[in-house]
């Protein structure tokens, strides 16, 4: 069964980088469509990127895009989020997930209890 761990979340000033990381075990994160969703405070969970299982797609929810860039090492089994210019809006606990459905405008979830999701990494954007 595919197990996902995140990490790389922390505290980050406004303007700030972070590159988050999600390792998988168990099974081959190529076989799967990938994403990456937020729960901020207050708000509902966001998705905010996908990668198809061939890698050759990836979007973005119009608030990651021009900052954030995901991407796939197979090699290493490992999924990653590069964020850029973060913003206090980006606070939230980020989730890697697969088996996902990727939208041209960001990822979603395939529906019931389906997908697999790691237990997510905080990101604090303050000052």
């Known amino acids: 069964q595919l197990q996902l761990v995140e990490s790389g979340g922390g505290l980050v000033q406004p303007g700030g980088s972070l590159r988050l990381s999600c390792s998988a075990s168990?099974?081959?994160?190529?076989?799967?469509?990938l994403g990456w969703f937020r729960r901020a405070p207050g708000r509902g969970r966001e998705g905010i990127s996908c990668?198809?299982?061939?890698?050759?797609?990836?979007n973005y929810a119009d608030s990651a895009k021009g900052r954030f860039t995901m991407s796939r090492d197979n090699a290493k089994n490992t999924v990653y989020l590069q964020m850029n210019n973060l913003n206090p809006r980006d606070t939230g606990v980020y989730y890697c997930?697969?088996?996902?459905?990727?939208?041209?405008?960001?990822?979603?979830?395939?529906?019931?209890?389906?997908?697999?999701w790691g237990n997510g990494t905080l990101v604090n954007v303050s000052t």
């Open positions: 997930a697969a088996a996902i459905i990727c939208h041209p405008w960001g990822p979603s979830p395939a529906g019931g209890s389906s997908g697999y």
């Open positions: 990668m198809s299982d061939s890698g050759d797609t990836t």
């Open positions: 168990g099974a081959a994160l190529d076989y799967y469509t």
